[in-house]
């Protein structure tokens, strides 16, 4: 056993606080939490079209409300501004909607935490509403409820329903919330809608006239280029860092280092991660170094978030490809070979594999939404022309070790 002499056990004894040690020490963030994904900025550089658009679409609701109801489709890749754009319009209009005296309730739900039909409407009353009972109620008694609640207490909603592709295979909730007022002709309108999802290939599993209405009204945001990220992280940066702790040539360089991925979470974590090395450092600016550092922490592929945010079938046939590349140990792989390794993963986790047509829209998703894989078009295949796939820029065994850790505790 090591003893402390007189000396060390003295200066311990005057360190009983650390934390408070560390908080008196100088930072460069004047409040890091600016940068987190769920800050949302009173500015959006670069959304304001879209803002403009889902003002003019729903106007109505404050020009006229019950009178109309209204459904708007968000689409785009990981980290283009989606929640951030529906976020920051809800707040808008909440304001336009208290100037004005008026009933209107704006709520936000992510579908992916609240996986179930019942769990989401509840929340959606809940937001609002507290006083219902604590017991178990069936969707079809919530939607009686919500519905009850709304025309009892006049009261218009405006609901958000992010990631909504987690559960709309499964469910028939936006159906029924859609449809929640159209018993009567004319009747008041109590509910509008904003959707958010990845892409619009959900909609082949909706009705016709549903998938019909939100195509009418459908925002595509594209990924951000270099110049837009640097806006981004500039107007950002402004909100975290003291003045003199960032110059724009560290700006540029994280979003040039970002540029490829178009993935404004990234840049920003990237621009984080960076500032607490400084940090840590005791450095009074952050350097071309401490990004260069912060990189190698965070490569934006192996992300706990961009992961999670496939499907559990994505997880599955990405795994496929990784294991595929690491076995044959070549730069690409026909698609017909991770097909067939596709099914031993299903297998392996007890999941009924899906057909070449399904398999063919998420390798597209994989590349297209996520850009975590690249495909192009092989003629040297002896059956003709054949598809083959890459992962340039992802360590493949690091990239196994996450996937099969989030199959296992999905």
């Not at 283009?80 to 920051?88: Q, R």
């Amino acid at each position: 056993m090591i003893r402390m002499n007189d000396k060390s056990a003295s200066e311990y004894s005057k360190r009983t606080n650390i934390f408070e040690e560390e908080l008196e020490k100088p930072t460069i963030f004047k409040d890091e939490a600016k940068l987190s994904i769920d800050y949302i900025p009173r500015i959006l550089p670069h959304r304001e079209e879209e803002l403009v658009k889902l003002s003019n679409e729903f106007r109505v609701i404050i020009e006229h409300p019950f009178k109309a109801s209204r459904k708007v489709l968000i689409t785009g890749p990981v980290g283009t501004g989606k929640t951030a754009i529906a976020k920051s319009f809800g707040e808008m209009l909440k304001d336009s909607a208290n100037k004005r005296n008026l009933n209107i309730h704006y709520h936000h739900i992510n579908c992916r935490r609240n996986r179930t039909y019942s769990l989401i409407l509840k929340s959606i009353i809940l937001s609002f509403y507290s006083a219902i009972p604590s017991r178990g109620y069936s969707p079809e008694e919530l939607l009686e409820i919500l519905k009850d609640i709304l025309i009892k207490e006049k009261r218009y909603l405006i609901v958000t329903l992010d990631e909504l592709d987690y559960i709309v295979e499964k469910s028939p909730i936006l159906y029924d919330l859609t449809r929640l007022m159209d018993e009567n002709y004319n009747a008041y309108q109590y509910i509008s809608f904003i959707i958010i999802t990845k892409n619009a290939t959900f909609l082949y599993n909706l009705d016709d006239s549903t998938s019909s209405t939100l195509q009418k009204t459908h925002l595509k945001l594209k990924k951000y280029n270099s110049q837009q990220l640097y806006d981004i992280l500039n107007e950002r940066s402004k909100e975290a860092f003291y003045e003199n702790s960032i110059s724009e040539d560290i700006l540029e360089q994280i979003a040039d280092s970002s540029a490829q991925y178009g993935d404004a979470r990234y840049a920003l974590e990237l621009l984080r991660i960076a500032g607490g090395i400084a940090n840590r450092n005791r450095d009074l600016k952050i350097s071309p170094e401490h990004v260069r550092i912060a990189k190698a922490e965070i490569h934006p592929l192996i992300k706990q978030e961009i992961l999670r945010d496939l499907t559990y079938n994505q997880k599955l046939l990405l795994l496929a490809i990784v294991r595929k590349l690491r076995h044959e140990e070549t730069v690409y792989v026909e698609i017909s070979d991770v097909e067939n390794q596709y099914k031993l993963v299903a297998e392996e986790f007890d999941y009924e594999a899906t057909a070449h047509t399904t398999n063919w829209n998420n390798i597209k998703d994989l590349e297209e939404t996520f850009a975590i894989i690249n495909t192009k078009v092989s003629g040297n295949n002896k059956r003709g022309r054949s598809t083959i796939i890459s992962i340039n820029d992802a360590p493949l065994e690091l990239l196994e070790e996450k996937l099969v850790e989030l199959l296992n505790s999905a």
